[in-house]
């Protein structure tokens, strides 16, 4: 017997398309108010206003969830985050409000190895176990896919440990999101490389890509002046491609290197961070289609200037929005800072968010054909919130306006019961 739902009495607001929407065209939303959305076996079948609903026939045999004149959104899609890791540093984020630098932080035992130490040292279950705790806050704010990245191993059995790790969330009978697995085995120099860049590489391309190249769907990179800089990246990045990677990078975030420019030759899918982007970047990116993923969380906790999003989008591109969730720069998942913080701090209006936060994140994971907007079609990952417009987005500062979180057709988060 198939499993049917209604979703009654919504108000419909949600991007169109199978790919992500560039430049003006991201302030574009269909709206449908007094709208239904027919649910079977977790796939949208068709929408409608709700004066039509008795010409599906359906007779009682779909369970009804009554919206209540509530907006009714696609899934949001956290397309940037490093959700398994071991440890944590709050001693580290307490230097920096007192103002260490980074190589200060470093010399005290923070920085990225302190985090690769942890983990190193941290079983798989409890990797799980901790990522299970983030991804049910994450659903609570209406995430319905969640990309999430290794990349604290530095060597293959710890990266290894990581993807197993992603596996057994993205495979868990009780999945409550979509996992969509992303290997960041260059994301530093471990010590045992220090000053040994083009080695380490030579490790990442004859032992980690055989090794992980089934176990995740982009290869990433950080690309960055005395990490991985444009040379050892494109070389990095030409061999994942052959492996048969889509790829990723973590580009110009810390000084404009090029990282844009490299994104596009390359042909990724997304380019992430972007913070020093620079005009041939913005241009070339939005000539090839790269996805510019901006992560608003992370510039507002470094006190960092924030990527130029209005520039961007005047310039053509698809500008997604995701969290970048992780243990350093970023210990925040919250979308509701994301909305605020990329209306009020990037100029972004609220209807580019939604598009940034759904279509285009959905874009960014090479997954839009499956989800990302209230489509027939689609699968019915959708959020309800708790206001009938979509301005109480940014107007409740940093609030969570999420009422129901659906994942494939099934109600995995509800806050305030309104199931009819």
Sequence with gaps: ??????????????????????????????????????????????????????????????????AKGRVVLPG???????????????DEFSWRLKGDSYMSIMERGGG?????????????????????????????MGVTTVEAKSGYGLDTPTELKMLEALSDLSNSPDRKVDIVVTFLGAHAIPKEFSGRTSEYCDVIISEMLPAVKDKAKFFDIFTEKNVFEIEDSRRLLKAAKEAGMKLKLHADEIVQLGGAELAAEMGAVSADHLLHISDEGIRRMAEEGVVATLLPPTAFALKEP???????????????????????????????LTISLACIYMNMTIE?????????????????????????????????????????????????????????????????????
């Excluded at 079609?377 to 959020?383: F, M, N, S, Y």
Aim: aromatic share 8%; net charge negative; hydrophobic share 40%.
């Design 306 to 336: 924030y990527a130029p999003a209005r520039k961007m989008i005047e310039g053509g591109c698809a500008v997604a929005l995701a969290t970048d969730l992780n243990p350093g720069s970023c210990f925040s998942g919250s979308i509701p």
């Design 1 to 66: 017997m198939s499993n049917r739902k209604i979703i009654a009495n919504a108000t419909i607001v949600t991007p169109l398309g199978n790919s992500a929407r560039k430049g003006h065209d991201m302030s574009e939303l269909y709206t449908l108010e007094n709208a239904f959305i027919f649910i079977e076996d977790g796939i949208i079948k068709c929408t409608g206003r709700m004066t039509d609903i008795d010409f599906l026939g359906l007779n009682g045999t779909a369970e009804w969830i009554d």
């Design 112 to 140: 990225i190895q302190s985090t690769v130490n942890a983990t190193r040292n941290t079983s798989k279950e409890n990797l799980v176990e901790k990522a299970e705790w983030f991804i049910d806050r994450m659903i609570e």
């Design 352 to 420: 580019e968010v939604i598009t940034a936060l759904t279509l285009n994140g959905a874009a960014a994971l090479d997954i839009a054909d499956l989800t990302g907007s209230i489509e027939a079609g689609k699968q019915a990952d959708l959020v309800i919130l708790d206001f009938p417009n979509i301005n109480f987005l940014p107007y409740y500062v940093g609030m969570n306006c999420v009422n129901t979180t659906i994942h494939h057709g099934n109600i995995v988060y509800q806050r305030n019961g309104i199931k009819g």
């Design 76 to 90: 949001f899609i956290d397309s940037h985050t490093h959700l398994v890791f071991g440890g944590f540093r709050p």
